[in-house]
């Protein structure tokens, strides 16, 4: 009987550390409870070490080995924070790996993450928020749905996944709150302002039941499509894109840059930091407390408070 063809080492190697990884990412969504998003995110890194590793087998490796890899990631042009990340990822696998019983000794430990500077984010003042917010204009067609969108985004702080999974049944505009689902499904109540309240409940009464007849599963999302799916986040950002170009403002901006301008106006206004931070969904205050290096008229104002030479 003639015996099969063994495959070329390369494709046993890649072959094998795909099955490793797929296992992998299904731990992360089952133990782990990571969000869909972020499990994505760490299957997409991971595809980048296949395509470095070759022929190599994963046993084999050292850390001098792997000390090449961020080098390589640098090669492909990939930005120092989306390095940082890859090899962040490349821990985590290799720790899954060691406790798996499938390597004895966790090498990618060894590396060293490169320091990176903390970029102060994009913030809108006040007068470009409202701008902003009466982007969409009237007449156009679901106006009132855009222009909920972007005071969900402002009123709320919700990252743009968080805003593209809020249901019908997360919203209760009479008690002014929604629940936000956030990464690895923690849930979290915010606050909804009385203008979020009266835009909402007319892109609800207005505009959603018309979107809502155009798919016949009767979708249970907030926000809906043209076919009357849940929105996409990509058209979400499109939607940013556009209201910022027509109303004038930083070309920069992102649905990631309303959440930033939430934070920084809380905290300018006088809010706790430890209430920002629950309201956000941040899970250390080291990340909540990068705004109070934003709001630099605020350190003013407290300086000029406290300082015996102010």
């Not at 430990?109 to 982007?135: C, F, G, H, N, Y």
């Not at 301008?261 to 941040?282: K, N």
Request: net charge positive.
């Amino acid at each position: 009987m003639a015996k099969k063809p063994l495959k070329p080492r390369r494709e046993r190697s890649a072959s094998e550390v795909r099955q490793h990884r797929e296992a992998f990412l299904r731990y992360l969504r089952s133990e782990c409870h990571l969000s869909e998003n972020t499990v994505k995110a760490y299957g997409r890194d991971l595809e980048r070490f296949v395509a470095w590793l070759g022929g190599r087998r994963l046993a084999g490796l050292s850390v001098s080995d792997l000390a090449g890899y961020p080098a390589w990631l640098r090669e492909q042009d990939l930005a120092p924070t989306s390095v940082s990340r890859h090899v962040v990822s490349l821990k985590v696998f290799f720790k899954y790996l060691q406790l798996e019983g499938v390597l004895t000794d966790n090498q990618a430990d060894l590396l060293v993450t490169q320091k990176l500077w903390q970029k102060i984010p994009t913030v809108l003042s006040a007068s470009e928020v409202e701008r902003l917010l009466a982007a969409p204009p009237k007449g156009e067609p679901w106006w009132r749905r855009d222009r909920a969108i972007l005071e969900m985004l402002y009123a709320t702080g919700c990252r743009v996944s968080e805003l593209a999974t809020i249901k019908l049944a997360d919203l209760h505009v009479a008690e002014r709150f929604c629940r936000c689902h956030g990464k690895g499904d923690k849930q979290r109540m915010v606050p909804l302002g009385e203008p979020a309240c009266r835009v909402i409940e007319e892109y609800l009464d207005k505009e959603r039941p018309k979107l809502a007849k155009r798919n016949t599963s009767e979708p249970g999302e907030l926000f809906l499509s043209v076919r009357g799916r849940a929105m996409r986040r990509e058209r979400i950002w499109e939607l940013v894109k556009k209201c910022a170009a027509i109303a004038g403002v930083n070309s920069d901006l992102s649905p990631h840059s309303l959440r930033h301008s939430f934070a920084t106006h809380l905290l300018a206004g006088g809010a706790d930091l430890r209430h920002v931070q629950e309201m956000l969904g941040h899970a250390s205050i080291a990340t909540t407390q990068l705004y109070t290096h934003v709001d630099h008229t605020r350190l003013k104002k407290v300086h000029e408070s406290f300082h015996p030479r102010a």
